[in-house]
């Protein structure tokens, strides 16, 4: 259990900080003034304006607009935390800065873009002593907590498999990347199936290619096969350029056990012939608004959220492993991926304190 501040007054609205306000930012800015308990005091964007544009097209605001954290608190704005909804390559900057300024942290994902910079920050977090959550925001839906509930009943799993096929003409940088698929989407289902199964990974193989017709420079389609600590296999194929009966972007999901299977399409209730599904619950909130719930629910009782950094460490270790056996032709162990990226951290680490505690955890493990 990770020990982290809480609210010097339970009762009373989180005061919360957007950082970056592009298109995400703005749902997220219009997700925190509709939501009870959060208060948006303040919007930052390096971009000169961007802050005060998203603001201005906010009704019942009062926030400040800035261009950095330190704008703001050389203002005098007081916030207990920050929503980190920068492009991934800032995460890393923008959450040990507010971390540093003793702040809270609710970040989109990924939490980092490498493995290595996440143990970084859940290092930070922990010597500051302050909630790093990560907004995975695709654990929250009721069709999957349904799906989860059902196919825990049931006993242990051997197989449980998603399928996923879009054809999202994205435009930008995701058709640039190496492996779009699997670095932007991936961590997704790889997350929920670590939701699904309360497992961990142990290794995986996979295979990415890039059809011929696609839209992309890397690949994307793959197929990947991860083999988890209690013997459950997940297997998942996907593909972002596979036009016609797409799936939805949950994808497809089945659950095969000794007494049952289960299946979820993404998008309704889950349903099997031979299991009794666990109902949905109509008053559970989904997506980013779930998961900005369960951040200031953190912050009020001190209650440790599913998504604190920590534990989504490995959900990113997934995606890279992945990355690594495609590239080798060859299965990748998880702890390996994460044993690099310790070494790794260790080695980037510019912050003394950071860096002390990253050496006791490695003596710890070691």
Excluded at 200 to 215: L, T
Aim: aromatic share 8%.
């Amino acid at each position: 259990m990770t020990s982290f501040a809480t609210l010097d007054d339970p009762s009373r609205a989180a005061r919360l900080v957007l950082v970056g306000a592009g298109a995400m930012g703005a749902n997220w800015a219009s997700l925190i003034l509709s939501t009870a308990g959060a208060e948006l005091v303040g919007a930052v964007d390096i971009v000169p304006g961007a802050a005060a544009r998203l603001l201005a097209g906010l009704s019942r605001n009062t926030a400040m607009a800035a261009e950095s954290l330190a704008d703001l608190v050389g203002a005098g704005i007081a916030f207990d935390a920050i929503v980190n909804v920068t492009v991934p390559a800032a995460h890393h900057a923008v959450t040990t800065d507010a971390l540093f300024r003793g702040k809270a942290v609710l970040s989109e994902k990924p939490l980092a873009p490498t493995v290595a910079q996440a143990i970084s920050l859940a290092a930070a977090a922990a010597v500051t002593g302050r909630l790093l959550m990560v907004s995975q925001s695709r654990r929250y839906f009721r069709g999957l907590t349904s799906f989860k509930r059902t196919v825990k009943a049931l006993g242990p799993v051997g197989l449980l498999t998603n399928d996923f096929f879009k054809a999202p003409h994205f435009g930008g940088f995701r058709e640039t990347m190496a492996q779009p698929l699997l670095v932007d989407m991936g961590i997704h289902p790889f997350d929920a199936a670590r939701f699904i199964l309360d497992d961990e990974p142990v290794s995986v193989y996979c295979e990415s290619f890039n059809p011929s017709w696609s839209w992309y420079a890397g690949d994307a389609a793959a197929t990947a096969f991860f083999t988890f600590s209690r013997g459950t296999r997940f297997r998942y194929t996907g593909s972002w350029c596979s036009p016609g009966d797409e799936t939805s972007w949950n994808g497809a999901w089945r659950a095969s056990s000794g007494q049952a299977s289960v299946l979820w399409d993404g998008a309704n209730p889950p349903v099997s012939t031979h299991a009794d599904i666990v109902p949905l619950d109509p008053a559970e909130p989904e997506e980013i608004a779930a998961a900005l719930a369960e951040f200031i629910r953190a912050l009020r009782t001190g209650a440790e959220p599913s998504g604190i950094a920590d534990r989504n460490l490995v959900s990113l270790a997934m995606v890279e492993a992945a990355v690594l056996s495609a590239q080798r032709g060859a299965a990748v162990r998880i702890a390996d991926v994460l044993a690099d990226a310790r070494n790794a951290a260790l080695g980037a680490e510019s912050r003394a304190e950071v860096r002390a505690h990253l050496l006791a955890q490695q003596a710890g493990v070691g």
